[in-house]
């Protein structure tokens, strides 16, 4: 069973910080690699963040040098570490398998509001 929790989202202040915890099943964490999904209102999902089993990331532009995933294989838990956060931040925040194309997946958690107000 696919098992998808995330936690740690809020409201914020511009130029605040968040961390962000997503635990998630085995089956859909093991050796795969993880990202860190958002969908503004009237938006699509996109994906802001992913790593790898070994630890290896990668970002999109809009939040490189602001947010920082990370893993902790032992708990089958991911994070997403987002500092200098900026109203355009603002957003439903999910965690899943680490995918171009999140349309595709079927699977998601109930995801964390984050709020960034200026």
């Known amino acids: 069973q696919v098992q998808l929790v995330e936690s740690g989202g809020g409201l914020v202040q511009a130029g605040g910080s968040l961390r962000l915890s997503c635990a998630a099943s085995?089956?859909?964490?093991?050796?795969?690699?993880m990202g860190w999904y958002r969908q503004a209102p009237g938006k699509q999902r996109e994906l802001v963040a992913t790593?790898?089993?070994?630890?290896?990331?990668n970002y999109r532009d809009s939040v490189k040098g602001r947010f920082t995933i990370s893993r902790d294989n032992a708990k089958n838990t991911v994070y997403l570490q987002m500092n200098s956060l900026k109203p355009e931040d603002t957003a439903v925040y999910y965690c899943?398998?680490?995918?171009?194309?999140?349309?595709?997946?079927?699977?998601w958690g109930q995801g964390t509001l984050v709020t960034v107000s200026s």
């Open positions: 085995g089956n859909i964490f093991r050796f795969n690699d």
């Open positions: 899943n398998k680490a995918s171009a194309y999140p349309q595709y997946i079927e699977v």
């Open positions: 790593i790898t089993w070994g630890g290896s990331t």
